[in-house]
């Protein structure tokens, strides 16, 4: 799925004007304005990459003249010393966007770095899927979400109107899973599977019995996984979530769940170590 260009224009703006907005006095200065330059982006360590539409987006934000030629693709695995992408026109406009696209490319390829990361411990030849979470920074989820794919992840529901979720808090606002879950089977769209979290094996049975489509098994340790497991016997899909780390994937696959989600993807992966170098013209 490709980013929407006007939803990467709008977030390039505001932070542009974050950045920008009353000019680059330090550039201005010391760059003369018909000066032109080439710039790599490089990578510094081992990294999935991610970020080339925003980076091409800032330039032409800034200025048309700028050129972006892109050395390797969206998702693709680089090594240290590898060259991403390379910008080349006025030096003025490249580095007045420098930092900015820094910024996007280092926080979006620590996704899809950590995304790989996670995706690179299940089993081979195993079904269950990665997926995010909504825990995404405010005003980045769109560009976030699609780091995560980068990386090889799946992406859970996009908004609160995406899908219906209950979580422990609806169920206690409505006195119990049996009751939220009723409620929302009334009321949902056909098109729309009721997911229920529960945390344990009393409420796999009442969310089941009230109809619930997806099971989503919140802090089990290992034997209460495989329990779980075997008490939904088919009848509905099982997520995992809560507390997720690498060295639990490969364990969790092997229980046979559908999905793990982790919200660390995109609430605690480091940023990226990229670097743009300047290139000396001869």
């Not at 972006?68 to 695995?77: F, I, N, P, Y």
């Not at 495989?226 to 008490?231: D, E, K, L, S």
Request: net charge neutral.
């Amino acid at each position: 799925m490709p980013l929407p260009q006007n939803a990467i224009a709008k977030i390039v703006r505001v932070a542009l004007e974050e950045d920008l907005g009353r000019g680059d006095i330090t550039t201005d200065a010391c760059v003369d304005a018909d000066a032109r330059g080439r710039a790599q982006l490089v990578a510094r360590q081992e990294l999935t990459f991610c970020g080339a539409p925003v980076v091409r987006e800032i330039f032409r934000q800034i200025d048309f003249g700028v050129r972006v030629s892109l050395r390797c693709q969206e998702g693709e695995r680089l090594k240290k010393g590898d060259v991403a992408l390379t910008i080349s026109g006025p030096a003025a406009a490249i580095l007045k966007g420098e930092r900015v696209a820094l910024n996007f490319v280092q926080r979006l390829s620590g996704i899809a770095t950590l995304t790989r990361a996670y995706v690179d411990r299940l089993p081979e030849g195993c079904s269950t899927r990665i997926a995010d979470t909504r825990k995404t920074t405010p005003g980045m989820r769109i560009l976030e979400r699609y780091a995560v794919r980068c990386g090889g992840g799946r992406n859970h529901r996009e908004d609160l109107s995406a899908a219906i979720l209950i979580k422990d808090n609806h169920i206690a606002v409505c006195g119990g899973v049996r009751q939220a879950v009723l409620r929302a089977n009334a009321s949902a769209p056909h098109t729309s599977r009721i997911t229920c979290e529960v945390d344990n094996l009393e409420q796999i049975r009442e969310a089941l019995e009230a109809g619930a489509e997806v099971i989503l098994l919140d802090n089990f340790d290992e034997k209460q996984l495989w329990q779980g497991v075997n008490a939904v016997a088919g009848r509905a899909l099982v997520e995992v979530s809560g507390g997720v780390t690498l060295d639990m994937v490969a364990s969790i696959a092997r229980v046979g769940v559908d999905v793990i989600s982790v919200g660390a993807l995109t609430h605690s992966a480091p940023a990226a170590d990229l670097g743009l170098d300047w290139v000396t013209e001869r």
